[in-house]
């Protein structure tokens, strides 16, 4: 992903945010233990913002499990999504990149498939900023499992039409863990959460047409690529349903 692409990528998902909301994975409670271990304490109680947080898949989630959670998202649409879906959590405008946040206010911080649209150079010292003494950082990305073999060979087809390198496909549209910090102020532990979710065809097509590399494409090109996906789902799997596998790749750093 180019610098002079991001900005439009990351605003394409405001035409789309009903279909994000109705099509995207969620995320598996073996996350958010591991998300506990590694920042070494409890979500119960903590208080948590949820950063880039779209239609509110993962701020539901740590709610659920106790968290003070307020989200932080810039999209007008979304914001709107966000709201219908979850009309008990708070919700304020902001981005990564400038924290509409008070400094030490924060035990947790969570990027859920948002980290790669921030500017590390900024992110990382606001990030600081905003937690508390001991608190952490923790990010992470639903990325396709390519040990299945059809999830391997549809990465190659959208590979081809899109021209995309592997190693971004794999991270949902983010950058490679290791360039979440070019600054080398913060020091990751990483872990691997492996997990599946049985989907219909037309619900699979819907998630991955809701990605930011089908949404800034053309109406016709969009129709075409998910027509052939189609075709070929179908023939591997002519009962129309399918198991999406995902290994969820988590970083989590803490502010010492």
Do not use: K
Request: net charge negative.
């Amino acid at each position: 992903m180019t610098a002079s692409s991001q900005p439009t990528r990351a605003h394409s998902f405001n035409t789309a945010a009903a279909q994000y909301a109705a099509s995207r994975p969620s995320y598996p409670p073996a996350l958010f233990d591991a998300i506990e271990d590694l920042a070494g304490r409890p979500l119960l109680g903590a208080r948590v913002a949820d950063i880039g947080a779209g239609t509110g898949i993962a701020t539901a989630l740590l709610a659920a499990r106790g968290a003070d959670v307020v989200a932080v998202e810039p999209g007008d649409g979304i914001a709107v999504e966000f709201r219908r879906a979850n009309p008990g959590l708070p919700i304020v405008r902001g981005n990564g990149n400038e924290l509409p946040l008070a400094t030490a206010s924060a035990d947790l911080l969570t990027y859920a498939q948002a980290w790669h649209w921030t500017e590390p150079a900024r992110s990382v010292p606001e990030a600081l900023r905003v937690l508390r003494p001991g608190g952490a950082l923790a990010m992470w990305w639903n990325t396709t499992d390519l040990d299945v073999p059809w999830q391997v060979a549809q990465a190659d087809r959208l590979e081809r039409h899109f021209g995309i390198r592997r190693e971004v496909d794999r991270t949902g549209n983010g950058a490679p863990a290791a360039l979440a910090d070019p600054t080398g102020a913060l020091d990751f532990t990483r872990r691997h959460v492996r997990w599946s979710r049985p989907v219909t065809v037309d619900r699979h097509l819907a998630n991955i047409g809701s990605h930011s590399m089908f949404l800034v494409q053309s109406e016709e090109r969009r129709s075409a690529i998910l027509g052939d996906e189609r075709d070929h789902l179908l023939a591997a799997f002519p009962d129309a349903i399918l198991e999406e596998t995902y290994v969820v790749d988590l970083l989590v750093a803490t502010n010492s």
